[in-house]
């Protein structure tokens, strides 16, 4: 069993020294596409080792050696990645990181387990994670100082302010943004780290612009988890693909985004995170224009400071009282639970919706539930889109257990099947008192066709998403509601006349 690959930490940790020495200055195309191709091949690798631990965990018999297959190729990963100027090894490291967490999981008995009984397979995964510690610290050790971001910015009253708001008002809401953030970390959290860019300044935004809900919306049209107005999206390469999907949503994709626009803004603002938050929220040119008039001065000098409008002065400190928080939570009393939020695969084994999944899986230690965490980790589907048996859905293995468990039979599943199925319609009584008509009765009164006449759009819906949903074609939506392609644009509260559709639930 190639475990025994894992076993030369002291090796690793040589590698790890070599690889801290080298220059990683400035990339060339060619190495830029090397270290990308690197990184593609690190997550295919670890994408096939956590299919694997599903897979032991149903008692697969291939599940070690297909495990054991993708470890050696992340091995090799790093070797490479030594060799390739520009490649961060403490980058490609984060997947031995993220392993630490099972040698804790099975030594207490949950993590790869259904819970329906003794996984003997469990001792693989065990064997891998007492192997990783010591060379995943080592990468966590020469890593660098997660703290930069303290130094980058001014902690002033304004910051605290925005602490003290955090903390009581929005404790709520810093709660929830941290939770979904976990969730969201894997398909986030690189770009930043491969950008330089702190982790921290990451959350901070995300808290401050959606709360970590990637299908949020504002009114004024920003969307998605970085809350990028459809222009600004479409210059750093967000929008709608070849299936309609608006890439806003998408958590990598903006995430890159924000990369790519916060790195322009520093670059012409000084390398300033205020000004860049503030160009961020209040618009690039004016940013410029401030800083232009103002050389030197930071965004706290009251020439720059009253340039922004109130908004853009409330949000910058805002996102930095955020990233303090995630930085310093003891300091201030602050306790941020932990969630298992290792990726797995998930397969329908029967048609299901995100709303009967939510129902089904329960609420196991997770306050809200896990109907946030699917509707982040699938940003294509919306929560009463039925999925058919067979469709993969990004999970995790907490929610993968779960859905075994409770999902395919019994009472519990049955009941998510029904709540999900029921019309509304059959509760209203035609012809006579409420009271005097018997259940049976109710239950065959007609109901009102399934797709009503005409509907509003609503936030995160493209014309792809709203035919599936009605049962018809796109192109017949998209001609007898004027909308033309190819990006077949619609907006939310626009009014579709449901032409040709035939379902609505």
Known sequence: MPVRLFRRSASLLLVLLAAVSMDASAQSRRDRAATEALEQRMQAAEGRYREAMVAIGNHDPEGPAHADAALEDMEDVVAACVAQRGCSVTTMLTTYERLLKLNADVEAGGGLENDDGPDTDSHHAAAVARDVPEAARAAALLGGDEHDFDRMVQFNPAVQEGIRRWLTDMRDDFLTSHQNYQYLRRQMWPQYERAGLPEALLFGILAKESNGRVHSTSRAGASGPMQFMYATGRRFGLGEDSTGFDTRYD???????????????????????????????????????????????????????????????????????????????????????????????????????????????????????????????????????????????????????????????????????????????????????????????????????????????????????????????????????????????????????????????
């Open 251 to 505: 958590p990598y994709a903006a995430s890159a985004a924000s990369v790519a626009y916060l790195n322009e803004r520093m670059g012409e603002l000084n390398r300033n995170i205020e000004l860049a938050l503030a160009a961020y929220n209040g618009g690039e040119g004016r940013a410029r224009r401030v800083h232009r008039a103002n050389p030197g001065k930071s965004f706290w000098h009251a020439d720059v400071y009253h340039e922004f409008p109130p908004e853009t002065r409330d949000y910058v400190p805002m996102v930095i009282a955020a990233a303090w928080l995630f930085l310093h939570p003891r300091e201030y009393g602050l306790t941020l639970p932990e969630f298992d939020v290792r990726p797995a695969k998930l397969q329908l084994q029967q048609p299901a919706s995100i709303y009967q999944l939510t129902i089904c899986l329960g609420n196991r230690g997770v306050r809200d539930g896990y109907m946030r965490a699917l509707r982040n980790l699938n940003p294509r589907y919306r929560a009463d889109d039925m999925l058919p048996a067979g469709a993969v859905l990004d999970a995790t293995t907490e929610i993968a257990s779960l859905y075994r468990r409770h999902c395919l039979n019994g009472s519990r599943a049955q009941l998510a099947r029904e709540l999900v199925a029921s019309d509304p319609a059959r509760a209203i009584v035609r012809g006579g008192p409420a009271s005097a008509m018997p259940v049976s009765a109710v239950a065959t009164v007609p109901t009102e066709p399934a797709a009503p006449a005409t509907y509003r759009v609503q936030g995160g819906e493209t014309l792809s998403s709203i035919a599936r949903k009605f049962e018809c074609r796109p192109a017949e939506l998209a001609h007898a509601n004027g909308v033309r392609g190819p990006r077949y644009t619609i907006r939310p509260g626009q009014e579709l006349v449901l032409q040709g559709c035939s379902g609505g639930n």
